[in-house]
Structure formats: C-alpha cells, structure tokens
C-alpha cells in the first residue's frame, strides 16, 4: 500500500523575527524552530518518520518564503529509496520565494537502494531580488556495506524555469554512463550545490563566487572530480563525484560556509542536528 505524505512550510517576517508556520497530511513533518543565528533566520529539520519510501510512495514539499524572511531547512537523516516491486516513489519539492526572501535548501544525501524505482524533484520559482541556496546529493547503492547497485533506475530533476534545468536518468545497467570516463568514472555518490537568483546577479558577485569555490576545491582530495561554473546570470552551480557521501558532503559543506560568507555576508552555523 502506498504511503503518501505532503507538507507546506510557510516562512514570514513578524516584527524582524522569521516565524515559520506548517501544515501537514501523513507521515511528514517539522520540528520545532531554532533560531541559532538570532531571529532573522529560521532554522527547520523536516522528518519523514518511515525513514524512506518504497514503490508509490509520494512526498509532496512545497515551501513559501515571504519578503524579507530566510528559512534554513535540512533532514535529519539521508532519504532513503528502497527497492521497489514495480512502482515509482517519488520526492517532489517546490519552493516560492517573494521578492528579498532567501532561503536554504540543505536536506541529508539520498540513498538509492539496489531495486529502487525513484525520482527526486526539486522546483524554484523565485520572484526578483529573492535568493536561495541548496545542494542535492545522491549514493548509488551502499558501497560499504557490500550492497552495490545493480539493479533499478534514479531520474533527478531541479529546475529554475526558463533559467536552468538539471535532468539525469540513471539506470544500474547503463554501464557506459555509471563507468566511462565521460560519465561517473566508477563514482557512485553525485552532488550538486547551487546559488540561485531570482534576478540576474551582477558578474563580479558571480566571478567571485567561483573563485570561493575553486579555492575551496583546490584545497581538498576531491579537486579532481569536482567543478564550479555558472550556467546562467542567475545561477552558480558546484558539482562533484565522489566514491562515498562523506567526502562529497564535506567539500559542499565548505563551499557553502564561504558562500554564506560572499552572498550575504552571514556567518553559517552548521544546524544542530548536523552533529546529533
């Protein structure tokens, strides 16, 4: 039987404090609000008490954030993909943002189990002046726990409409694409991180942004499987491949710190639940 879940998350500014307000149908929810950086910016941990989702099961995430209010939101543990018996699970996310919102985007990696069906949405609409940051990070299998993947298919998508578009297939018995050098190369964990804009960012900011970024890179054992470019005026984007999370995560991680830095001149405390 599928289990099915949807969650709204709204954030607003009230009084220079971003307040976050939520609704929820199922097994999806958010815990109580932190705020470890002072009131202007909301810290959530969204949490799927299942742990995961099997063929026709469907999460349904859709966040607003209202002007001037920043929400932080992450997991507190990887979403899992199990194998599936035939039918599709699917994780679709879609974020509004009005104009002067930011927003950050910080789930844990998802797990692709050997069998699974699964696709993983991610969609922004960003009004202008309002800007997000977000990273999407995906295993292959369990690699150390011997349960490689070999059977199934992955599809990831986000999307900035009419600005930016990030589609992959990945099937287990395209050896071409998970093997080649032109492909994964034998990696089996892909991330992307992003800074996405709703207006065009000016060429400094963003010239600046990637030199963060490729100096962060340069300094760590991934530089080799791991680039920043900024496909449109409105996005920056960092991907790496790596051959576990661990690696992958803490090179994004970095980035991110220093983006926090470059973009809104903030310090970035890691969430709490990073370190539970």
Known sequence: MAWNATLSLDYSLQAGKTVA????????RILQSLYPEGDAVCHNVLVHPPGGLVGGDTLDIAVTAATG?????????????????????????RIRLEAGARAEWLPMEALCYS???AENHLSLDLAPGAELMGWDVTALGLPSAGQPFVEGSFCQHIELPGVWLERARIRADDRLLLDSPLGLAGQRCVAT?????????ERKRRELALEVAREVMGAHALVNTAGATSP???????????????????????????????FWDQAAPSPRIWSA
């Open 21 to 28: 307000h939520f609704r929820h149908d199922g097994p999806l």
């Open 69 to 93: 209010s920043h929400g932080l939101i992450t997991t507190p543990g990887a979403t899992r993909f199990y194998k599936s018996l035939g039918e599709t699970a699917l994780q679709r996310t």
């Open 115 to 117: 069998g699974c069906l």
């Open 193 to 201: 991180l992003f800074f996405a804009s709703g207006s065009k960012l």
């Open 232 to 262: 449109d005026a409105q996005v920056i984007v960092v991907r790496v491949l790596a051959p576990l999370v661990e690696p992958a995560m803490g090179l994004l991680k970095q980035v991110w710190k220093n983006w926090r830095r470059h």
